[in-house]
């Protein structure tokens, strides 16, 4: 093979980096290809995407389409016009996103319209709740993806029965534990619980971003109430997502996390810091998608305050409960009562995912372009 293919990798927001690090990693080491990183600029704060840069040993984006904030519709069609110019001035031979962000589906089509294939990581997940935006991005992408990388039995399944060709699919399993594999050394070794004066598994994790929950008045305010709770049992550090600290401060609640005497409030951590946090903890109450992924690859008990998850696999083989704002706090008595739960790691999800990815990416790329 003497052509070198031109591989756009899609990074926006912050759950998109630990996904494209394994794989841009694994890809600059073969001749065959060229991967470039396109950072949409979804998130752009230093602690939102700088951070994750650096800690994941990513070199600057190639290309930044610099979209920033907006509602839906803005920041969707704000990636494609900007992400249809880098195509047509230098046409890469393949795009590959991952996750569900806004980004992921806006590059995912603006390719597509150009005959571009496109390669999904993370294809198939699906909670069957279409009031997520994550939702809608995840089936249009898998609705026109060339190639669908998936994580889990239950995600090729899904694909199947949206009628997606089996020959598309390839489960290669989970990348983000390749991350964690990674940097495993540093995270164990940062000791961050004693920079904020707490115990190993004496201390519960916490975030919270989704729309459902922060953007309701009466919603965050149940969430506080919770938390105060919860703290008057094992202390918590909550690191607060730029969305929840907007409605915090407008729904003027943001006093009562901040004067709780159990309650550690931070800015978003690194991702080292971060998973070293989380390995170290007794508890993680989440409403994220990928903690419930790590929490079940680590052992660590995770209530999810959602009623629905696309990643099942994490309750029927992890550590992930979903539980409501109305009981997680008798599920965290439970834990404290009787110690930890048992569980099991998913198949593939063993740090190897980013090699079977540059295997079927290549297989793909032959087959398309030599015949
Ligand atoms: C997005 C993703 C979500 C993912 C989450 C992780 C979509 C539809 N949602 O949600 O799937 O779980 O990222 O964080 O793509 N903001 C900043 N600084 C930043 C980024 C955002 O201040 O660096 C502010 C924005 O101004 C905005 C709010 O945070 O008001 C929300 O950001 P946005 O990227 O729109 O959505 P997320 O809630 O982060």
Redesign the pocket.
Known sequence: MSKKYIIHLVA????NFMKIAPLYHALVKEPWCLPLIIHTG????AN??DAFFRDLNLPDPDIHLGVG??T?AM?TAGVMIEYEKVCLEKRPDMLIVV?????TMACAITAKKLCIPVSHLEAGLRSRDRTM??EI?RIVTDSISDLLLTPSPDADENLINEGISKSSIIRVGNIMIDSYEMLREKIVSRGITKEFGLSDKEFSVVTF???VNVDDADSLSSIVDVLQKISRRIKIVFPV???TR?RLIEFDLLGRLQFADGIILTEPLGYIDFMSLVVNSKIVITD??GIQEETTYLGIPCFTIRETTERPVTITQGTNKLVSIDNVLEHVDSILNQGDIHSERPDLWDGFTAGRVVVALRDYLNNTFNN
């Open positions: 926006a927001a912050r759950p979804q998130h752009y704060d939102m995407s904030s907006g839906h920041q996750g569900d962000v806004n980004s935006p994550e991005n971003h989704r729309p997502h730029p969305r907007q994220s998608g």
